[in-house]
């Protein structure tokens, strides 16, 4: 059984429109929650053993606030392909990454998060900015998880409902 964290990049700002999608940085609630995420990850010892992040710069600081707030050691590994992944993409990142931790956490964006956590859960909930969600993927070998392989919701969390 292997654990997948799906995190949702923090809240990023709009205020520069002259700046590129892909640099926007995180605005102050997303400064705030993604903290909040990290100390709710370590409260409850979620610790991934490896974080893949989008190369978003807004994806890059709630992995840096998120790592720094649970005190998790684990490496982050950027990944371009994470900026606006698909489900198709979520699914051959996972299936082909070449080590095989037992926890992964990856920070990425809207719509291609929400599809994948539907596509393995048949859940429908909503990933807002810095949501969380834990799914249980039954599988010995990241390599053997494909589209067919269903993934089991354990546990999603908002920001708006932690109190730290």
């Known amino acids: 059984m292997k654990t997948l964290y799906l995190l ?6 709009w205020k520069d429109t002259q ?7 995180l605005n102050s609630r997303g400064k705030r929650d993604a903290p909040r995420m990290g100390k709710l990850m370590k409260s409850l010892s979620l610790n991934p ?18 790592s720094k707030a649970s005190q998790l050691e684990c490496p982050v590994e950027l990944r371009e ?3 606006h992944a698909s489900v198709i993409d979520y699914y051959d990142i996972l299936h082909t990454l070449y080590y095989d931790e037992n926890s992964l956490m990856i920070i990425g964006h809207n719509p291609g998060m929400e599809d994948f ?13 810095a949501t969380l969600a834990e799914i249980a993927i039954p599988v ?4 053997d998880f494909l589209q067919e392989t269903p993934g089991i919701l354990k546990n999603i969390w908002y920001p708006k409902d932690i109190d730290n």
Do not use: F, G, N
Not at 8 to 13: D, L, M, T
Not at 19 to 25: A, I, K, S
């Open 8 to 13: 949702r990049h923090a809240k990023s700002s």
């Open 19 to 25: 700046l590129p999608d892909h640099d926007r940085p």
């Open 49 to 66: 053993d490896l974080i893949l992040s989008s190369t978003a710069v807004r994806a890059r600081k709630t992995a840096e606030l998120v």
């Open 81 to 83: 392909e994470l900026y």
């Open 117 to 129: 956590l539907y596509s393995m859960t048949a859940q429908t909930d909503p990933m807002k900015t």
């Open 140 to 143: 010995a070998t990241w390599k």
